[in-house]
Nanobody
Framework: QGQLVESGGGLVQAGGSLRLSCVAS??????MGWYRQTPGMERKFVAA????????YYADSVKGRFTISRDNAKNTLYLQMNSLNPEDTAVYYC?????????????????WGQGTQVTVSS
C-alpha cells in the first residue's frame, strides 16, 4: 500500500498560517485527504482532493481558510492553512483514499500517515 509521511506541523499564533506536506512512497490515482484528531476524540475529516485536483471538498469548519492541493509529479499532497485559530489545534493525518471522487468518511481511506502536530496559541 505504500507509506505516507507528513511534515510541516508546528506551533503558530492565532491568525497565522502553516503548510502541511505529505509525501507518498508511490503514485496513486485515487483521492487523497487530510484528517485531524484531538485527544479523546474521533478522527475528523478536513479536506479531500481527486487525482487531477479539479475536485475538492472541505469540512465546513475549514472552508475558506484551508486549501488542499497535490503535485502528482512529486507524489506530494499539501494543506495550506490560513487564519488559524486555537480550535484547529490537532494532530493532522494524511490519507490515501480508495475512491476516485473526494470522500469524507474514514473507511474510504486505506493508508494513513503517522500524523503531524499543529498547535495554535491564542
Amino acid at each position: 500500500q505504500g507509506q505516507l509521511v507528513e511534515s510541516g506541523g508546528g506551533l503558530v499564533q492565532a491568525g497565522g498560517s502553516l503548510r502541511l506536506s505529505c509525501v507518498a512512497s508511490r503514485r496513486t490515482l485515487y483521492v487523497m485527504g487530510w484528517y485531524r484528531q484531538t485527544p479523546g476524540m474521533e478522527r475528523k475529516f478536513v479536506a479531500a482532493i481527486n487525482w487531477s485536483g479539479g475536485s475538492t471538498y472541505y469540512a465546513d469548519s475549514v472552508k475558506g481558510r484551508f486549501t488542499i492541493s497535490r503535485d502528482n509529479a512529486k507524489n506530494t499532497l499539501y494543506l495550506q492553512m490560513n487564519s488559524l485559530n486555537p480550535e484547529d489545534t490537532a494532530v493532522y493525518y494524511c490519507a490515501r483514499g480508495k475512491t476516485l471522487v473526494p470522500a469524507t468518511t474514514a473507511p474510504d481511506y486505506d493508508t494513513w500517515g503517522q500524523g503531524t502536530q499543529v498547535t495554535v496559541s491564542s
